[in-house]
């Protein structure tokens, strides 16, 4: 009888031993053991990889840019003219444009916008006895621009005297003797030129590429 009681002790260690085995795998299964091949990770894991995986393959959608409508740049030409005549624009500078022998002011500045993109303005004032004029050009900034400069860095306006002989090869007049130079890195410059003759309070520039 002895036989029979040691084989059933044996096999109630062996099925302990057995179960223990499975239960530690389970377990290890369960936490998601590293060590284990079988280990699988766990179930907070999936949802946060799928998280990053959108954040990765989505972006904002860039903004459109537009032109400004007539009562936008009407609003820059208000604010550009009276900070100009206040001597309180971005960029001041005196220069004869009309041909007197008087220093005249000239003003410029950049507009940076995220809805219509850069812009360079520029306004003169000229006075001639108690007449004062003003003019205002609004250049758009953008590459490829045929009527205005290729970016709005490090803009640069000054006086430019021309000579008889490159009048006469670009096929201009002599009230093209005085211009400004709009001008930045890169890009063909603009001219303007004040209009001669013109006697309204508000006048427009005359504009050429050089």
């Avoid at 280990?39 to 907070?44: I, L, T, V």
């Avoid at 812009?119 to 590459?143: N, T, W």
Wanted: a negative charge.
């Amino acid at each position: 009888m002895r036989p029979i009681r040691w084989g059933a002790a044996a096999l109630v260690i062996l099925l302990l031993a057995t179960g223990c085995d499975r239960v530690s795998k389970a377990a290890r299964d369960l936490a998601g053991d590293d060590n284990d091949g079988g280990g699988r990770p766990p179930a907070s894991a999936k949802p946060a990889e799928a998280h990053k995986a959108s954040a990765s393959t989505s972006s904002s959608p860039a903004l459109a840019i537009t032109d400004p409508s007539d009562t936008q740049v009407g609003e820059w030409h208000i604010a550009m003219t009276a900070a100009c005549a206040a001597g309180k624009a971005e960029h001041v500078a005196h220069y004869d444009i009309n041909g007197d022998g008087i220093p005249d002011t000239v003003c410029w500045h950049v507009i940076r916008s995220k809805s219509y993109g850069d812009y360079v303005e520029v306004d003169a004032r000229v006075k001639s006895g108690d007449h004062e004029q003003s003019a205002y050009r609004l250049l758009r900034a953008r590459p490829g621009e045929a009527m205005g400069l290729c970016h709005a860095d490090h803009v640069s306006v000054h006086q430019t005297l021309w000579a008889q002989k490159d009048l006469d090869r670009k096929g201009w007049g002599a009230d093209h003797r005085i211009g400004l130079t709009v001008s930045t890195d890169g890009c063909a410059p603009v001219q303007l030129f004040w209009p001669a003759g013109d006697g309204g309070d508000e006048v427009d520039f005359r504009y050429e590429r050089d």
